[in-house]
């Protein structure tokens, strides 16, 4: 099994900036692919930004120039940098981890941004 404990949400203004991490733990031999997803009231999860095992990284079109995700490979974590938020940005906050078939998910993190 692996554990996946994300960190770091909270309340900001419009324009500030908050950074999350998410640490791996347990049974960790071969991660595929790290990534960030987020789900506001009301809508359904979507995928922010991702990392691959290979270092390619993508991101969300409303995230892109703003959001930075990037990894410690020597502890398995894995952070989100979120600069210039918007109240649109407001939602939970979840990591995922795939490997080999398996995908995790962490318990999420609240990310509120205020206008």
């Known amino acids: 099994q692996v554990q996946l404990v994300e960190s770091g949400g909270g309340l900001v203004q419009a324009g500030e900036s908050l950074g999350l991490s998410c640490a791996a733990s347990?049974?960790?031999?071969?991660?595929?692919?790290m990534a960030w997803h987020r789900q506001a009231p009301g809508k359904q999860r979507e995928l922010v930004a991702i990392?691959?095992?290979?270092?390619?990284?993508n991101y969300a079109d409303s995230v892109k120039g703003r959001f930075t995700m990037s990894r410690n490979g020597t502890k398995n974590t894995v952070y989100l940098q979120m600069n210039n938020l918007k109240p649109e940005d407001t939602a939970v906050y979840y990591c995922n981890l795939r490997q080999a078939s398996s995908t995790y998910w962490g318990q999420g993190t609240q990310v509120t941004v205020s206008s």
């Open positions: 990392l691959t095992s290979g270092g390619n990284r």
């Open positions: 347990g049974n960790i031999f071969s991660i595929s692919s």
